[in-house]
């Protein structure tokens, strides 16, 4: 049977295995039926609430079963579902209510309350995950809660559905300005989860446990892969209780864990207190694996299959290295994933399939449709294929194809820094400084010199304070003088956006006024356990 649109995946699921366990969060358990039946209430609610086809519906909850519960019922009324992290601050979630046009937004109680204060739209509804304890509800909507104890309403089922409807309108960080609203199709969802889970090779029988955000692409697309496989889904809101997260995680008996290399540093610490055995696959994305990293995990979990890949959420996933090959290519992201294409454009804007650098471009059916009410930015994004009337993807990322056509992620197209009319990748720089003892976490950026154009700032998240020489020394080593960094800063925790990556933006922001304020040359850290210092 041919799947055009993403609610047959969980109407099959619920047919073959209606007693099997489909979410797990904390001591809760729901069957595939009972997901099935508490999405039909909600669909049935919300088309009564004049949720129609197209309408976006913005969901600002955190990891949970109403989460999922709501994703699949804004597909059964072909609606579009845009998710928001829980930590977003109330005034960007106004920009993003606005910027979606959405006339419904589902939140829990308290901070849809705060929300409505300072956004007050005559058109628009909230719904709460369930109603305030301390406060009457300022609602005339039932709450999430209550609407899954109604009766059961009559079937429900997706009408006329295409496989061009658009699905999700996922905003990305706007690091570098507003966010962007990426317009992900049916086709760019099934075709993304049908791939993964391929190449996943995942079972019915797998067991995955999701703590990276759902608002985050890589985490929904966990609640969506399992119910393509029939699996079970174990759900943790967040990582804030590693040993909690850790213990349940072993009590569930997952088989498989997405993880980014942030999760890693926290979970390496306590690993032995905890029988792993169960774990088959590790999968990590958004940010690229160190070959320390790669080590780490390997002696970790020793029996797991460990899945280096790499992605935006322009088409979820571009690349993923075959575990077999990992111990031999660390650096690198693999080959394209099944049922898509990549190849590499240089400057002169020759495409290329291998032993060549540049901006990668993807080309495929996961390719988003482009950027929501943004035509110039899509245009950018976006550019004619080898075939007549396709689009394909440029990513603004620079890589590297090596003479087999394996991928390695050099640099961000923005954030290559020009110093002294030399041009520098910060991964490059990056990968050196992450060598050396003591060094946990590591970004590159370039801060505005008059004499230098950027002057290379090393950013070092570290426990004890690093010496300077130590850290000179080893760059002098190791790197060519015009990409050794002119400053260094320490911090025991670098600022990270919801994602997990170092947020660059807010390093831009502080480095300058820390040179202001902390003394140039310091080589140990302060107080505050930050350090500003030279290079020379």
Not at 54 to 71: A, E, I, K, S, T
Not at 101 to 111: H, T, V, Y
Not at 134 to 142: A, G, I, N, R, V
């Amino acid at each position: 049977m041919s799947t055009n649109h993403l609610s047959q995946w969980l109407v099959q699921a619920a047919q073959q295995f209606p007693d099997k366990t489909a979410l797990v969060e904390g001591e809760n358990e729901v069957t595939w039926a009972a997901l099935h039946q508490r999405v039909i209430n909600t669909a049935a609610y919300l088309r009564e609430q004049q949720v129609e086809r197209g309408d976006r519906v913005l969901v600002w909850l955190p990891n949970g079963v109403d989460f999922v519960v709501c994703f699949w019922a804004v597909q059964f009324l072909q609606a579009v579902f845009v998710p928001v992290n829980p930590d977003t601050p109330l005034a960007r979630v106004g920009w993003l209510l606005d910027n979606a046009e959405s006339r419904l937004l589902i939140a829990q109680a308290g901070q849809a309350t705060a929300l409505a204060a300072e956004h007050a739209t005559p058109a628009l509804r909230m719904l709460f995950d369930q109603l305030p304890d301390t406060q009457p509800s300022s609602s005339p909507l039932l709450s999430l809660a209550q609407i899954a104890a109604l009766a059961p309403p009559p079937p429900l089922a997706v009408q006329g559905a295409l496989d061009i409807d658009l699905a999700c309108l996922i905003y990305t960080s706007g690091s570098t300005g507003d966010p962007k609203g990426v317009m992900l199709t049916q086709r760019n969802m099934l075709s993304a989860a049908d791939s993964v889970a391929s190449y996943l090779q995942l079972e019915a029988s797998d067991r995955i446990f999701c703590t990276i955000p759902m608002s985050f692409d890589y985490g929904l697309y966990q609640a969506i892969m399992t119910a393509r496989m029939g699996a079970t889904l174990i759900i943790e809101k967040d990582f804030s209780r590693p040993l909690f997260a850790l213990k349940q995680l072993v009590k569930h008996k997952a088989t498989v864990l997405p993880i980014v290399p942030t999760l890693l540093a926290i979970i390496a610490p306590l690993a032995k207190r905890y029988d792993f055995s169960s774990l088959r696959t590790i999968t990590n994305t958004a940010a690229a694996l160190h070959p320390s990293d790669i080590d780490l995990l390997l002696s970790l979990f020793p029996q797991a299959r460990i899945f280096s890949m790499y992605g935006l959420t322009e088409c979820h996933r571009c690349t993923w290295l075959p575990p077999a090959l990992l111990s031999e290519h660390k650096d690198s992201v693999g080959y394209a994933i099944p049922n898509t294409e990549l190849w590499v454009v240089d400057d002169a804007g020759v495409a290329h399939r291998n032993n060549a650098s540049g901006e990668l471009v993807i080309r495929g059916a996961t390719v988003m449709r482009g950027y929501w009410r943004n035509p110039e930015q899509t245009a950018k994004k976006l550019r004619p294929g080898p075939l007549p009337g396709e689009s394909v993807l440029y990513t603004g990322d620079l890589c590297r194809l090596d003479e087999q056509g394996l991928l390695y992620f050099l640099s961000r197209k923005d954030d290559i820094l020009k110093t002294n009319g030399e041009k520098v990748a910060p991964r490059e720089v990056e990968a050196v400084l992450r060598r050396v003892p003591g060094v946990q976490q590591v970004a590159v950026i370039g801060v505005a010199h008059p004499i230098h154009g950027d002057e290379i700032v090393a950013c070092i998240e570290c426990v004890e304070p690093l010496d300077i020489a130590t850290l000179k020394a080893f760059c002098q080593v190791h790197l060519e003088a015009y990409k050794r960094p002119h400053r260094y800063y320490f911090s025991e925790a670098l600022p990270k956006n919801h994602n997990g990556k170092v947020d660059r933006g807010q390093l831009a922001v502080l480095l300058p006024r820390q040179q202001k304020n902390l003394n140039v040359g310091c080589t140990q850290t302060t107080g505050s356990h930050h350090a500003y210092a030279n290079h020379h």
